[in-house]
């Protein structure tokens, strides 16, 4: 029940703000889509909500006592300014006459995404824990009562990260609202799926889409389980197929999950803004566009990336020059409202920003270890720093392309790939040539889109001789590699189906159901939770409830996997190997690897390294035998069970299939962090609950 009520504030949030922005952005005006109001409203609305929860927390003022009332007061202005441009019942007769036009398309489409979301209620219940970092955030802020000066990470006091303090203040406010740590993610990863499929249907609509916008949410959130599910290690050396179609995208919340609710929700404006020359909505799609910048940056990237394929698209159709400076205006007013925005948020943010590696890539220098620290953070393993697969790239260019091109399912031999671009690209072309109205924009943008993903990843690999950076697009980008395929391959289909539509309507709405419906019926069902995702649920659970109930306050916990999160924020206990992962914080990380060379000698070898726990007053060894139950195991190295048996230092107080925890004998007693005792992070005793 805490989930439900928490989700139903949270929708009240988002919601009364944001109807009213849509409302006062566009006005009465018939032509604009309702998926396209509902996109503003979401994204507006996070933007009025976050703005405050943002202000409050770089002021040092966070709290619902002043939240709320300013909360209300920005709402009323905001309702005040759409019922002063327009009355209501106009407001709501511009919306009826777009469903009208559109009713079935577009009650096909609510129906799709009603049935993606409903499989995801049982997200609500499941207990993440590899990510719980992200909202770890929030409850630091609202823990300090704002941007804190100091977090606990890996045993220090750190600044805090703030390249996500948009969504960190927006999540403190949750966390005020509900003090249970174990709905929160749940409540976040729903809404971060009802918003990216609301903008990225809208987006696709405004791209032309009509019978099959609503496929674009659900391929493009559903990971690679349209043909398969495929591994790319970031080196260039692993491409493989899984024989189990999974996708485990949106199964555990992440901050990129909520970022590709709000970049996408900007997409969607900026392409009626650009298509339609308005200043409203430009400057709205800025607003949240802005918003997105401190929410998460990677989608912001891709939308920027889209949105300036969407302007070329425009400036192609346009017939003269002075409607190509129209075009550009619009341009220029989205990414200045958008910039401005975001320099602000960045100028209020406090703490670090936490990217110097990658302005700075010399600083690694500083990391004196022979191998790439980068890499071993992130894999655990040893690989020798300066690796390049080809001259000056650190993944040779065609095999960036073949890995981004296997992110989405589709793993190709050399001649394959030729083939497939070859393809996309008349498609391309022959959707602008020969398609009617908005659809001869879509292949343009969808070409585009990926180029520009492609582009900005052999960049990275050219730039850079550092695992994190050398391998960030294709890491990182290639979640979003098969949106431009998606939205090539469903604008061939939608002018295929309108074609058909001249000769028989009726035939063509029957073939736009039944491949929706077999679509649909082919990726929703392995896009949502499984099995194995239930199981390590309960387990977490269970272990969990174990270490609330059964370890003191001031315990201090050494967990043989890097953990984000999970410990001190299910449990407000300490715990020396958690923290977020300092890839690009080149002052902290000398510090991270050494510490976790410490540990994964210490989990190999624990009757020689006893001193290493006596240094760091451990009085509880965690084992965990399953992956990610709470981490990430590779820093840690392999974990020498039967050497932990025999460890007399070490007695055995819980042993279940999945965990073994070890009390350390004779550990002294250290004093509990000030910042494990505050209103909202502090010790925990009770069961979870849902």
């Known amino acids: 029940m805490h989930s439900y009520l928490l989700l ?23 032509e604009v889509s309702a998926l396209t109001r509902s996109a503003a409203a979401f994204g507006l609305g996070y933007a009025a909500a976050g703005g405050i929860a943002f202000g409050l927390a770089a002021a040092h003022a966070f709290s619902l006592a002043l939240f709320l009332p300013l909360w209300a007061a920005v709402s009323l202005a905001l309702w005040v300014l759409a019922l002063r441009r327009a009355p209501l019942r106009d407001q709501l007769r511009a919306f009826g006459h777009d469903l009208a036009a559109s009713r079935l398309p577009l009650l096909l489409g609510a129906l799709v995404l009603l049935v993606f979301v409903a499989l995801h209620l049982q997200f609500l219940h499941d207990l993440g824990a590899s990510r719980y970092i992200y909202y770890l955030n929030g409850i630091e802020i609202a823990n300090s009562h704002g941007v804190p000066a100091n977090t606990l990470e890996y045993g220090q006091w750190w600044p805090p990260a703030t390249d996500k303090i948009f969504l960190d203040s927006f999540t403190g406010v949750l966390v005020m609202i509900g003090r249970n740590v174990a709905v929160g993610p749940g409540v976040l990863l729903l809404v971060s799926i009802v918003g990216a499929g609301i903008g990225l249907w809208a987006a696709g609509w405004e791209l032309g889409l009509r019978w ?61 803004a650009i298509r339609k020359r308005q200043w409203g909505p430009a400057v709205a799609a800025g607003i949240v566009l802005g918003a997105a910048s401190g929410t998460h940056l990677i989608p912001v990237v891709v939308t920027v990336i889209a949105l300036c394929f969407v302007g070329v698209a425009e400036l192609l159709r346009d017939e003269d020059n002075r409607a190509r400076l129209v075009t550009l205006r619009q341009g220029f007013t989205v990414a200045g409202v958008g910039g401005l925005l975001g320099l602000v948020i960045r100028i209020f943010a406090g703490g670090s920003f936490g990217l110097s590696g990658a302005s700075n890539p010399a600083a690694y220098n500083a990391v004196h270890t022979s191998f790439d620290p980068t890499y071993y953070l992130f894999t655990g393993k040893y690989l020798p720093k300066a690796t390049a697969a080809a001259g000056h790239w650190y993944v040779a260019p065609a095999k960036v392309v073949a890995d981004l091109t296997a992110a989405t399912g589709l793993v190709l031999p050399s001649a394959g790939l030729l083939v497939l671009y070859a393809v996309l690209v008349v498609a391309a072309i022959a959707l602008f040539a020969f398609a009617r109205d908005d659809l001869r924009t879509i292949g343009v943008v969808g070409a585009g889109t990926l180029l520009g993903l492609i582009g900005v990843a052999l960049y990275f690999s050219f730039s850079y001789r550092i695992y994190v950076d050398g391998t960030f697009g294709v890491r990182r980008l290639a979640a979003y590699a098969s949106l431009g395929i998606i939205l090539l391959g469903l604008g061939v289909i939608e002018a295929l189906l309108l074609s058909l539509a001249t000769r028989s309507a009726r035939a063509a709405a029957a073939l736009a159901v039944v491949l929706v419906a077999a679509v649909c019926a082919w990726v929703i069902p392995v896009s949502v939770t499984s099995a194995p995702l239930d199981r390590i649920s309960r387990e977490r659970i269970m272990l969990t409830d174990w270490l609330r109930a059964h370890t003191p306050c001031d315990a201090r916990i050494l967990v043989n996997q890097r953990t984000e999160g999970a410990i001190t924020a299910l449990t407000g206990r300490f715990a020396l190997l958690e923290g977020m992962g300092a890839y690009l914080r080149t002052d902290k990380l000398p510090y991270v ?98």
């Open 8 to 30: 139903a504030a949270v929708a009240c949030l988002l919601a009364v703000p944001g109807i009213a922005a849509s409302l006062a952005t566009f006005g009465p005006q018939a």
């Open 212 to 272: 099959t916008s609503a496929l674009v949410p659900v391929l493009a959130m559903s990971g690679q389980a349209v043909f398969n599910t495929s591994v790319v290690s970031g080196t260039g050396a692993i491409t493989h197929r899984h024989s189990v179609r999974v996708s485990t995208a949106f199964t555990e919340y992440r901050a990129d999950d909520f970022g590709w609710a709000i970049a996408f929700c900007a997409l969607a404006l900026g392409i009626y």
């Open 593 to 690: 690897i050494s510490l976790f060379l410490d540990a994964r000698h210490f989990f190999g070898s624990p009757q020689s390294s006893e001193a290493f726990l006596r240094q760091h007053d451990i009085s509880y060894v965690v084992l965990a035998r399953d992956n990610q139950l709470l981490g990430y195991p590779g820093p840690t190295g392999p974990t020498n069970y039967p050497a932990m048996r025999a460890t007399p230092f070490l007695h055995r107080v819980l042993s279940r299939p999945f965990v073994t925890v070890y009390q350390v004998q004779g550990s002294a007693a250290a004093p509990v962090s000030p910042l494990l005792r505050g209103p909202y992070l502090h010790c925990l005793t009770t069961p979870v609950r849902f």
